[in-house]
């Protein structure tokens, strides 16, 4: 079994920034990547970036390029997502995923719980 568990999330104001965590446990060796992926109220679960585990390579939805940062720290078994320059359609319920492919959030295996991100105007 795999478990996530996110933190970081709030209220902030536009253009303000944000850092949420996800820390990682259980079976490390099928952690290939670890994935963000945001919900609105009404929308589907959308996706926001990924991390290679072992590697670092990082690769970002086009709406997040240049904002936000996914970076990980190995000993800690946690991930980062570091946001900048907040929208207020940034507003969601974040989530780390892994065991999955990509962008692909179908077939992420393991989830966080959520947190919630509000950017207000």
């Known amino acids: 079994q795999v478990q996530l568990v996110e933190s970081g999330g709030g209220l902030v104001q536009a253009g303000g920034s944000l850092r949420l965590s996800c820390a990682v446990s259980g079976r490390t060796f099928s952690w290939p990547v670890v994935g963000w992926f945001r919900q609105a109220p009404g929308k589907e679960r959308e996706f926001v970036g990924t991390?290679?585990?072992?590697?670092?390579?990082?690769y970002y939805a086009d709406s997040v390029v240049g904002r936000f940062t996914i970076s990980r720290d190995n000993a800690m078994n946690t991930v980062y997502l570091q946001m900048n320059s907040l929208k207020p359609e940034d507003t969601a319920v974040y989530y780390c995923?892994?065991?999955?492919?990509?962008?692909?959030?179908?077939?992420?295996?393991?989830w966080g719980q959520g947190t919630p991100v509000t950017v207000s105007s």
């Open positions: 995923g892994t065991e999955g492919v990509g962008g692909r959030s179908t077939t992420y295996d393991y």
């Open positions: 991390i290679q585990w072992m590697g670092g390579t990082t």
